[in-house]
């Protein structure tokens, strides 16, 4: 239950209930941390790592006659022929595999947003011995200690 590794979501685990709550905050409000308090005093936070936006290039068709004018025209047909039964977006994909921007096309600029990578949580174990004080048995005072 208090494996700090986390488990399956949806397990009975204290970790992973942390991580999809968190993660569900994110997606709501945008939160990305939270402290971790015992007795009232903070010992660490559990925060959300992201990915950094990432700028990205793509075709996208800007006049669809033309792109079909191309299409249908020499430079176009070995294209055609390979993707016949598939949608614009395969057809963008193999020409910017070879370089080719077809007749209609434009190469744009797009952001990829941030999207979730997972959380970080960070305590400081003698934080958490000062806490508890007598609360915590001397066993487990002692290995937090790292005695």
């Known amino acids: 239950m208090t494996n700090p590794r986390g488990g399956a979501h949806g397990a009975p685990n204290l970790r992973t ?3 999809d709550r968190l993660r569900q905050m994110y997606e709501e ?4 941390r939270q402290r971790v308090l015992v007795n009232g005093e903070q010992v660490g ?8 936006p990432v700028q990205v290039n793509q075709l996208d068709v800007l006049d669809f006659d033309a792109l079909r004018a191309w299409l249908m025209g020499e430079d176009g047909a070995e294209y ?5 039964a598939k949608a614009v977006p395969e057809v963008m994909e193999l020409c910017m595999a ?3 921007v077809p007749d209609g096309c434009a190469m ?3 952001m990829e947003p941030s ?3 997972g959380t970080t949580l960070r305590v400081d174990k003698n934080k958490v011995a000062n806490a508890l004080g007598p609360q915590l048995p001397q066993a487990v005072a002692g290995f937090l200690a790292g005695d």
């Open 98 to 100: 070879d370089g080719v």
């Open 29 to 32: 409000s945008g939160i990305d």
């Open 45 to 52: 936070t559990l925060s959300a790592r992201v990915s950094k």
């Open 108 to 110: 744009v600029g797009h």
């Open 115 to 117: 999207h979730w990578l």
């Open 80 to 84: 055609l022929d390979q993707i016949i």
């Open 17 to 19: 209930e942390c991580d």
